[in-house]
């Protein structure tokens, strides 16, 4: 992308300040630490995201804290969100269930370009709780899976316990056109995958270097320079990398001025930017 678009909703003209009370169709615990909760809007319209959006989540006496959003625009009628207990807000959603309601707002930022990805090697890289947003680029290519080239797939975690979305590893791993590797960070006890940080996994993959290779990156700030390192020396162009920094953002629509990075806000300019566009402002990762 040469230039940023700035995303707001369009369902009503205070859609960016005021929340729509949506409903919670079912929630499940993925961990000791995440929930997925499937959430419906008013009348059962779609959300209308692109993945790596967010949406800002709120409840009366607790706050608001934006979450990416975890479903792909494919499903119907609701979408997802994973929320990891890390606060206040976070850890009141893990007690509601079915039925419960909570205050949305979006979709807000810039996804990832997936017209972009279509008919490329897609080569994804999650860490830890960077899972939960792409989950929606992978199943928005198994979609549409004819559309898109091999998908690789490098996850990496502290330890097996926290390994999101494990069944659904299991399935994508199924399909011939999908490499699925996963990672964590020490050993552990009846753990027999690989033990290292996520680039110990690019050394597994082979690219085709006859064929466009596109990345989407999402994790700890910590693994980014690592990570953009090895797709480098992959000979991946800086314009083909895709990063979403979700880096203290809180408001969603530029007001706070929390997520600001040398004149860029995350919130509204990205979240997710290419390698390209972070070369040119430092802070960023």
Not at 6 to 27: N, S, W, Y
Not at 116 to 142: K, Q
Request: hydrophobic residues 40%.
């Amino acid at each position: 992308m040469t230039t940023v678009e700035r995303r707001f909703p369009e369902q009503r003209p205070d859609a960016l300040f005021v929340p729509e009370m949506a409903t919670i169709k079912g929630a499940a615990n993925l961990t000791a630490q995440d929930r997925l909760f499937d959430i419906e809007l008013p009348g059962g319209k779609n959300l209308g995201h692109k993945p790596g959006q967010f949406v800002e989540v709120s409840m009366y006496g607790f706050g608001e804290a934006p979450i990416s959003v975890s479903s792909s625009p494919a499903q119907d009628g609701s979408f997802e969100l994973c929320v990891r207990k890390l606060g206040g807000l976070t850890g009141k959603l893990h007690t509601l269930g079915e039925g419960d309601a909570v205050g949305i707002r979006g979709p807000f930022g810039n996804g990832f370009p997936m017209e972009d990805f279509e008919g490329t090697d897609c080569l994804i890289v999650a860490g830890g709780i960077g899972m939960a947003p792409l989950r929606s680029v992978v199943n928005t290519i198994l979609a549409d899976r004819d559309k898109y080239g091999r998908m690789m797939l490098l996850y990496g975690n502290r330890n097996p316990d926290d390994i999101l979305f494990k069944d659904e590893l299991k399935a994508w791993a199924e399909d011939d056109r999908n490499q699925i590797l996963v990672t964590i960070d020490r050993p552990a006890e009846g753990w027999a995958g690989n033990v290292g940080v996520v680039t110990t996994l690019f050394e597994q993959i082979a690219l085709d270097p006859s064929r466009r290779v596109v990345a989407a990156v999402v994790g700890p700030p910590v693994m980014y320079r690592f990570v953009y390192a090895e797709l480098t020396m992959k000979h991946i162009p800086d314009d083909h990398i895709y990063f979403s920094l979700e880096r203290r953002m809180k408001c969603g629509v530029g007001k706070c001025g929390h997520c600001q990075i040398e004149g860029k806000y995350v919130c509204i300019d990205g979240p997710v930017f290419t390698g390209a566009e972070l070369g040119q402002f430092r802070e960023s990762i």
